[in-house]
């Protein structure tokens, strides 16, 4: 079935560690995006790519980074984790640039971090 | 800068009763406004789109929105709410900077009385 897919579904983790999100998208979508989701806030951009071998900063991405090596993946990685961090991650793809083009969201990863 | 405020943070209906969820955005120029659906567990899920033209706008799930600019508003309808509809909903507004960024609302949460 074509989508997105995010892994993992949830990870609980220590302040201080190394983690890295993962999304794979199969419908060669040239953007690609991940979203942080917090009660009360809706969904803030952390980055996003409009296409392979570039990226982006969103509104939030002070204490992650990402890579864009091909079309379907595009990691999220937190260097150094911090409680702040604890949230829902989405992963999100559309064909083309534009805010006209819907975007596709995966299932999302919750993450805790303590 | 862009906001969105999606006023009610929750809302119960009765099954079969009609349903508006409110929207109003702030955007310097001609928007692209969305709405978008979360269901318990699970990514987001586009209902509806306004560009430009028709300022009524006809979605799934027997979904439909009006953009009025007078109000800056993008308030989402149903004639008839099922119970299959309690969800979370959520509104945006896109920008044609670099990243296609969709600003997002808090959320509004809906619960659907037997």
């Known amino acids: 079935i074509a989508g997105i897919t995010q892994a993992p579904t949830s990870q609980i983790l220590a302040a201080g560690r190394r983690m890295t999100l993962r999304c794979t998208q199969d419908m060669r979508h040239n953007a690609m995006y991940w979203y942080r989701q917090d009660l009360g806030l809706g969904l803030r951009l952390i980055h996003y790519s409009n296409t392979a071998g570039t990226t982006g900063k969103g509104e939030v991405p002070d204490g992650y980074s990402v890579s864009r090596a091909n079309t379907d993946d595009f990691p999220l990685t937190l260097a150094s984790a911090v409680p702040s961090q604890t949230s829902v991650y989405f992963c999100?793809?559309?064909?083309?640039?534009?805010?006209?083009?819907?975007?596709?969201f995966g299932p999302g990863t919750r993450l805790t971090v303590l | 800068a862009q906001s969105v405020t999606q006023p009610d943070i929750h809302i119960t209906v009765s099954e079969g009763a009609s349903l508006e969820l409110r929207c109003n955005y702030s955007?310097?120029?001609?928007?692209?406004l969305f709405w978008y659906v979360q269901s318990p567990g699970q990514g987001l899920q586009l209902l509806l789109k306004y560009f430009s033209g028709d300022t009524l706008v006809q979605g799934i799930k027997g979904f439909e929105a009006e953009f009025k600019r007078s109000q800056s508003s993008f308030n989402l309808r149903k004639p008839s709410v099922h119970w299959s509809d309690a969800a979370e909903y959520f509104c945006a507004v896109g920008h044609n900077n670099a990243g296609n960024m969709l600003t997002f609302g808090g959320g509004t949460r809906l619960m659907v009385k037997p």
């Open positions: 999100a793809s559309s064909d083309g640039e534009g805010s006209y083009n819907e975007q596709f």
């Open positions: 955007y310097g120029a001609t928007p692209y």
